[in-house]
């Protein structure tokens, strides 16, 4: 029996921390934390904790091939059940989206889009017609 419960948060290097906290609660998200070089973030039971790294380097990930991606974190999923209402209301808030929504063969609701440093961040939830096609 592992002692694992759950993840606590998701670490995520920007260049820029201000550009990064404008961008992720205009996602949704609502500062809990702030410290020098960083904040946690969270929304509902998620939490990223984003920290400024002097690292100049973008990361070489592509979508939508994600296995040719290089080792690593590859992307963050985040459940927001109505994927079409989750965008509109972050478009509403000024972000924007690498494409419209879907319904992916493995059964969910996708739409994907990426920080101001390139990390990937995909809004998913059940298919159009109800959860996994009902």
């Known amino acids: ?18 550009r990064a906290e404008d961008f992720y609660t205009r996602l949704g998200f609502t500062v809990k934390d702030r410290e020098e070089s960083s904040l946690t973030v969270a929304a509902g039971d998620a939490r990223l904790w984003i920290f400024q790294t002097s690292s100049g380097e973008q990361p070489a990930r592509r979508a939508p091939d994600l296995m040719g991606n290089p080792p690593g974190v590859d992307h963050v999923s985040l459940w927001v059940g109505d994927v079409d209402a989750a965008q509109m209301q972050a478009r509403g808030r000024g972000l924007e989206f690498e494409g419209e929504p879907g319904d ?31």
């Open 1 to 18: 029996m592992s002692s694992i419960q759950r993840i606590d948060n998701v670490g995520v290097a920007v260049r820029d921390l201000g």
């Open 104 to 134: 992916t063969e493995w059964g969910f609701r996708m739409v994907g889009l990426t920080d101001p440093d390139g990390n990937r961040i995909y809004l998913l939830g059940d298919l159009k017609g109800g959860p996994r096609g009902s």
